[in-house]
């Protein structure tokens, strides 16, 4: 379904069997619980002070009953529970348009953020000579697929960072009359710097470059909105700050740029009229399903329709709030306790993320905080903190406590 300016129907209520809302239309919901009653539904925190959501979030409780759910019916009615679980499967494409403020016909299921990136990356058609500009200091999921295109002809160029941070002058520099595509991500893994998305889309807007965005370091802690960001495409594994199960991840594609993506991954899944098996002369599906690959994770999409049904019942705006205000706690305690921040500090710039040095080796670190059960990471030699919206004040001080 496509509608204009890519402004979502309402969600309809539906079954909770299936993992998902049951009241009114999400957008018009309001929030009659505080963000702290979530936490319940963590089991996590019985046991730890999970602050590690940039690595693997841990499963809700939500996601757990309904992916339990979803294999009880398999085991007792195999094939007859698809009536009941395959249309989940829209259901959450309904949810993650909304949360990112797309079409639903925009947004496809993929294994994980690698595919969505190899998918863009594989599926344009390159002409020698042509460039992508990405950053230094990247995620390999955005690095490898751009210089494998090097077998077409095509330069990849890595802009150098400035502080943990690119330029946009330096980013503008390495932009030309064959550059393509420029790819970033969201929020850089091993600083937590976020990066400004709107201004790099106007830039590619005015340079008619298409713009790709490695989303899996924000999406679910920070709000975005890709038409205004101008983003073409975009993927997102749904194991971090998603909250999702392993295996699951989403591409979004810029209705306007479907039909420059070769649906490489086609299948009987990616026409119109797919159940009509033995006429193959269909046009492909306009909508980004056509790069799903056939049948989708239906269990992984069962259980994350239930949690994306909880980050919009929490509220995207209320959870990044609250996501900021933790990581701000924790950085004015490192600063008073003298430690080295990696990771920005200016507003614009701040995420989930908060990466520092350690005063001695960073897995001393790591073991001391969880043999406190406090879990955390480290990370290209620098310790890093990554807290959700359901954590607290008192979990976050533990930590500081350890330093």
């Keep these: 379904m496509s509608v204009a300016g890519g402004v979502c129907p309402p969600l309809p209520g539906y079954h909770p069997q299936q993992g998902g809302h049951t009241g009114p239309p999400l957008r018009y919901c309001i929030l009659q619980n505080a963000l702290s009653e979530f936490r319940q539904l963590f089991p996590v925190t019985k046991q730890y ?63 994980n953020t690698s595919s969505a990136m190899n998918l863009v990356a594989n599926g344009l058609e390159w002409q020698p000579g042509d460039n992508v500009v990405t950053l230094q200091g990247e995620f390999p999921a955005n690095v490898y697929p751009w210089l494998g295109l090097k077998r077409l002809g095509v330069e990849t160029r890595l802009v150098p960072l400035r502080d943990g941070r690119p330029a946009f002058e330096d980013i503008l520099a390495a932009i030309d009359e064959r550059t393509r595509l420029l790819s970033v991500s969201f929020v850089a893994f091993s600083t937590g710097v976020r990066h400004d998305l709107i201004a790099l889309g106007n830039l590619c807007r005015e340079r008619g470059i298409l713009f790709n965005v490695d989303a899996i370091q924000g999406l679910g802690a920070l709000q975005l909105d890709v038409h205004k960001c101008g983003i073409d495409f975009m993927g997102a594994g749904a194991h971090k700050w998603l909250m999702g199960p392993q295996g699951v991840g989403m591409i979004y594609v810029r209705q306007e740029s479907l039909e420059k993506l070769w649906p490489l ?12 098996h033995l006429n193959y002369g269909h046009p492909w599906v306009e909508a980004a399903s056509r790069f799903e690959g056939s049948t989708v994770n239906v269990s992984g999409l069962v259980a994350f329709d239930a949690v994306l049904g909880m980050i919009l019942e929490a509220g995207p705006a209320r959870i990044e709030a609250q996501v900021l205000h933790l990581t701000q706690r924790l950085i004015d305690g490192l600063q008073s306790k003298g430690y080295e921040i990696i990771s920005s500090t200016l507003p614009a710039e701040r995420s989930g993320i908060v990466c520092f040095r350690a005063k001695g080796d960073p897995l001393d670190l790591l073991a001391r905080a969880q043999a406190e059960n406090i879990i955390v990471a480290v990370r290209v030699g620098v310790v890093r903190v990554s807290p959700h919206f359901y954590n607290t004040d008192e979990e976050i001080d533990r930590m500081l406590a350890i330093l």
């Design 265 to 276: 991954t086609a299948n009987w899944y990616s026409v119109v009229e797919r159940d009509d």
């Design 49 to 111: 002070a999970y602050l590690n959501h940039a690595a693997v979030s841990p499963m809700s409780q939500r996601g757990l009953d309904a992916l339990a759910q979803y294999w009880e019916a398999q085991s007792a009615i195999g094939v007859i529970s698809e009536e009941t679980y395959f249309p989940v499967v829209d259901h959450a494409r309904d949810k993650m348009a909304l949360l990112i403020g797309a079409d639903p016909c925009e947004v496809g299921w993929v294994q």
